[in-house]
């Protein structure tokens, strides 16, 4: 049976650590051997949520830090980005679709976490920054879990 995990990153926010948190995720999911697909979902659901802090939190500012938490737990992973950054003024008008603090971005980025997870909270203060947690139910694989023993 695998077990449950998690690992706290913390990044400089450049645009190059998106890739490297994306791939972060990748390696710390490799044990409930996820479906392709699931898999895909949960890491673009976390590049949006790291891209916003860049683009947004610290308006490209690339010597401030994103704090990203992945943690597993009876199958639920749960997922939280924060900046400490500028903070969102109205977190209602920033969740709808299309809207976007910069006019050449679409403003997809909450859509898309919205829909490949199970749950998005987001939680800010303006000047003080802003979390956006994450959950999934994780499936449960067809084939048994994998188990690793050591040599």
Do not use: W
């Not at 994103?66 to 209602?92: F, H, P, S, W």
């Not at 971005?105 to 829909?115: D, E, N, R, S, Y």
């Amino acid at each position: 049976m695998v077990k449950d995990n998690r690992v706290v990153l913390h990044v400089k926010s450049i645009g190059e650590n998106v890739a490297l948190v994306r791939m972060m995720a990748s390696g710390f999911l490799f044990p409930y051997d996820l479906t392709m697909e699931e898999l895909d979902e949960i890491k673009i659901a976390l590049s949006e949520a790291v891209t916003n802090c860049i683009v947004h939190g610290y308006q490209e500012q690339e010597d401030k830090e994103i704090v990203v938490t992945m943690e597993v737990k009876n199958r639920t992973l749960m997922l939280q980005v924060i900046d400490y950054g500028v903070g969102i003024a109205d977190i209602a008008q920033a969740m709808l679709p299309a809207f976007s603090t910069r006019e050449e971005h679409m403003g997809l980025g909450v859509v898309f976490m919205q829909t490949f997870m199970d749950d998005l909270q987001v939680h800010s203060s303006v000047g003080f920054g802003t979390a956006v947690t994450m959950y999934k139910h994780l499936s449960q694989a067809d084939a048994q879990d994998i188990q690793y023993k050591s040599e």
